[in-house]
């Protein structure tokens, strides 16, 4: 029996004359009133160290009958009670009292007196049962506030953030475990000191007067409000600290609690944030290229330095503008697309050629790199382009084409210069026929020969060699003729054939056999047609030169034409020569190298230069034996198209 039941017992039953027993069903005696104690001559206070049959000079089935009795509602029965070493009879009347736990024996109380009010004893049963479940009641009530309190105090203690509670006066009144790890102090440390220690010297000296100015006023000038500050810990070092602090009241005394959080990774990852940010900035800023951000309409954030520069515009002006409005308006459309595919398919980026308008109304030509930017959840957000000044580059490109026609030009003179006995013989085998036929026409007109017949074919001979020396003489002129550059759509294989009707001008030629080996239906092909022929004379001639020293079968020259995958025509010149030494051939496209007595060394050079130009590739490959294959590719017109297309 719990101490509150038995004082309540107690109080109650003390205030009736009729002597009242508190026992259990195994009959311990729990209580008795002062009525009872006088009745049976025993102490109130040591009741509780006895049983009923103790009491009783009846045999303990008589005390078991009674409280199985009273146990089971069927009322009582007299028993006889040891008062001072004599028997005494008592009437016994039992009622059974609430249980006050689960699973517990019932309480019975004994009534032993007669003469009291019929339904005192049932009145005071039902005091007694309401204060028991009352009592019931209170206890389910604390231990739902212990675990209440166990379930804040694991919430408090599992939170990321220290939490301390403070008094009127500053003084930390509770902590969670949090403030060990974070400030470095146990929580027994802390309690009982001001909260002070852990601040630094210039919150210190002000938080006792905002303090006790939010005490005197009730304005409110930090809590509710989350604010940012320096804290200390018990080493001494500072940290960067959000602080948040609220009121509430206790036993009718006001409480703060503060909840601190280490933003120490945050501030650091916000300086590097805030590094890499000037970092760009600075980078794109000093960018020797012109930087510009669009939305994904085309309307310009931001440019640097350099694109203002190219367009010969302030920031300010581009700042709010469309990207298009700059363009040429037959550029529009491919930029418009550029964009679109960018956005459509998802790749890193895309190039665009276009021109933009300078303040002054020319155009500039740019290459622009197109970019996306994306945010976190991978959605694009904004674009971003690289703008290249081509004006320098395509100036460049136009004066170094204007070299290399220039240097081709000189060395198609210096090839005619080579060839000279050669042309010379070819020229004046025509010459000298059309000087004998005239000859013949002349004496047979002094002769008095009027021969029509004889006359007309010695005439047309004359013509015909004629046009001998004439298509000699064009073809020559058409070789060293200095003019631009034009491309035309042929047939590789007439191109080859033409240039081997210049090659066999050149004296050494009939020297060595020129073969050829043409593959039919070849696809056509886009050249400067002069051009071409010179890289073709130029190896046939370094050809005849390798087997000149010597007229065995090894002399033999062929010139191939071949389809080659994807989409190319390749021309090859084979020799049957001593071939190429290794120091020769790592130097043999550079500029001025040579192994011939006389020369410049930039006819593999010039060669070289020509055929990149045209898209191609001019190499060689030494034969099995003897001899040097040089090649040279020519993408067909097939595969232009399709990098058009592309």
Not at 27 to 44: H, I, Q, Y
Not at 64 to 77: D, H, I, N, P, V
Not at 251 to 264: M, P, W
């Amino acid at each position: 029996m719990s101490v509150v039941q038995r004082q309540a017992f107690e109080d109650f039953a003390g205030c009736f004359a009729e002597a009242m027993l508190l026992v259990q069903r195994d009959g311990r005696v729990l209580a008795a009133n002062a009525a009872a104690a006088s009745l049976l001559g025993v102490d109130a206070e040591n009741t509780g160290a006895s049983f009923l049959r103790e009491l009783v000079t009846d045999p303990p089935q008589a005390v078991e009958r009674l409280l199985r009795e009273c146990a089971s509602g069927q009322g009582g029965s007299a028993l006889a009670f040891d008062v001072a070493g004599e028997s005494v009879a008592v009437a016994v009347q039992g009622s059974v009292l609430a249980s006050t736990a689960a699973g517990a024996a019932p309480l019975i109380l004994l009534r032993l007196t007669e003469g009291q009010a019929p339904g005192a004893l049932d009145s005071l049963s039902r005091q007694l049962a309401a204060l028991d479940a009352e009592v019931a009641q209170l206890r389910r009530l604390q231990d739902t506030l212990d675990a209440t309190e166990a379930g804040a105090r694991a919430i408090v203690d599992t939170a990321v953030d220290a939490i301390v509670t403070i008094d009127e006066r500053g003084v930390i009144q509770s902590a969670n475990v949090v403030v060990e790890s974070m400030f470095g102090y146990t929580v027994s440390e802390l309690v009982g000191r001001n909260v002070k220690v852990l601040m630094t010297s210039t919150d210190r000296d002000d938080h006792d007067h905002h303090l006790q100015r939010y005490l005197e006023t009730g304005v409110k000038r930090i809590i509710g409000i989350g604010r940012e500050v320096v804290a200390r810990r018990k080493d001494g070092t500072l940290m960067p600290a959000e602080l948040a602090v609220g009121e509430f009241f206790a036993g009718g005394e006001r409480r703060f609690t503060g909840f601190i959080r280490d933003i120490s990774d945050r501030k650091l990852m916000e300086e590097r944030l805030r590094q890499r940010e000037e970092t760009l900035r600075v980078t794109l800023e000093q960018a020797p290229a012109g930087i510009v951000t669009m939305t994904l309409d085309g309307d310009i954030l931001g440019v640097n330095r350099a694109l203002c520069r190219v367009l010969g515009r302030s920031e300010a002006e581009l700042v709010g503008r469309r990207f298009h409005d700059l363009c040429h308006a037959d550029d529009v459309a491919a930029c418009t697309d550029t964009a679109t595919r960018l956005l459509r398919e998802r790749v890193p980026s895309l190039e665009v050629g276009c021109r933009l308008s300078h303040r002054d109304g020319h155009d500039i030509v740019v290459h622009v790199y197109l970019a996306v930017v994306r945010d976190a959840f991978g959605d694009a957000s904004s674009l971003i382009a690289q703008v290249v000044d081509r004006t320098e580059e395509l100036r460049s490109a136009e004066e170094a084409r204007e070299h290399r026609e220039r240097l081709a030009q000189a060395s198609r003179v210096m090839i005619m210069g080579e060839m000279a006995a050669g042309i010379a013989h070819e020229i004046n085998q025509p010459l000298a026929a059309i000087a004998t036929y005239s000859q013949a026409c002349r004496r047979m007109l002094e002769a008095g020969r009027h021969d029509a017949t004889d006359l007309l074919d010695a005439l047309s001979e004359v013509g015909a060699q004629a046009e001998r020396a004439g298509e000699v003489i064009r073809r020559l002129r058409a070789l060293v003729k200095q003019g631009e550059v034009r491309r035309t759509a042929v047939a590789i294989n007439d191109v080859v054939t033409e240039a081997i009707g210049l090659a066999h001008l050149d004296s050494r030629s009939p020297r060595a056999g020129l073969e050829l080996d043409l593959e039919a239906a070849l696809p056509s092909v886009e050249i400067d047609v002069v051009q071409i022929q010179q890289v073709l004379l130029n190896l046939i001639r370094n050809a005849v030169e390798a087997t000149e020293e010597d007229f065995a079968e090894a002399n033999l020259i062929a010139v191939r034409t071949r389809a080659r995958a994807p989409d190319y025509v390749e021309v090859a010149v084979i020799d049957g020569g001593a071939g190429l030494s290794g120091d020769v051939a790592d130097k043999l496209f550079e500029p001025f190298f040579t192994t011939k007595g006389s020369g410049m060394g930039m006819g593999l050079s010039i060669s070289r230069s020509i055929i990149s130009a045209h898209g191609g590739r001019l190499g060689f490959t030494r034969n099995e034996g003897r001899g040097t294959t040089f090649w040279f590719t020519l993408p067909s017109l097939v595969e232009e198209k399709r990098a058009a297309a592309r």
